[in-house]
């Protein structure tokens, strides 16, 4: 099993951001996916989740309205559209699959 996160960097306040995850191993399909982050020094939080056949999703209160989960299970990759970023929003963002399948992680950092 694998997640590879990519599209992570640096961007200013108010500007948006596409973070991917290429998954490979298991059949991405039957699994909802979540985005995770973390920043320094705080736990680990759980920012959106999307079903198996993206039907449903759930956001955090902290990224409802600003951030968008999608999925594309033709070609094994979920996807996290943040807009409007805040400097709050620097962390260390996290694919997780099913129980215990994680990512790498991917920086965001948000400053001016």
């Known amino acids: 099993v694998q997640l590879v996160e990519s599209g992570g960097g640096l961007v200013q306040p108010g500007e948006s951001l596409r973070l991917s995850c290429a998954a490979s191993?298991?059949?991405?399909?039957?699994?909802?996916m979540d985005w995770y982050r973390q920043a320094p020094g705080k736990e680990r939080e759980l920012l959106a989740r999307?079903?198996?056949?993206?039907?449903?999703?759930y956001y955090a209160d902290s990224v409802k309205g600003r951030f968008t989960i999608s999925r594309d299970n033709a070609k094994n990759t979920v996807y996290l559209q943040m807009n409007s970023l805040k400097p709050e929003d620097t962390a260390v963002y996290y694919c997780?699959?099913?129980?215990?399948?994680w990512g790498q992680g991917t920086q965001v950092t948000v400053s001016s």
């Open positions: 997780h699959a099913g129980p215990a399948y």
């Open positions: 999307i079903t198996g056949r993206g039907i449903s999703t």
């Open positions: 191993g298991f059949t991405f399909s039957s699994y909802f």
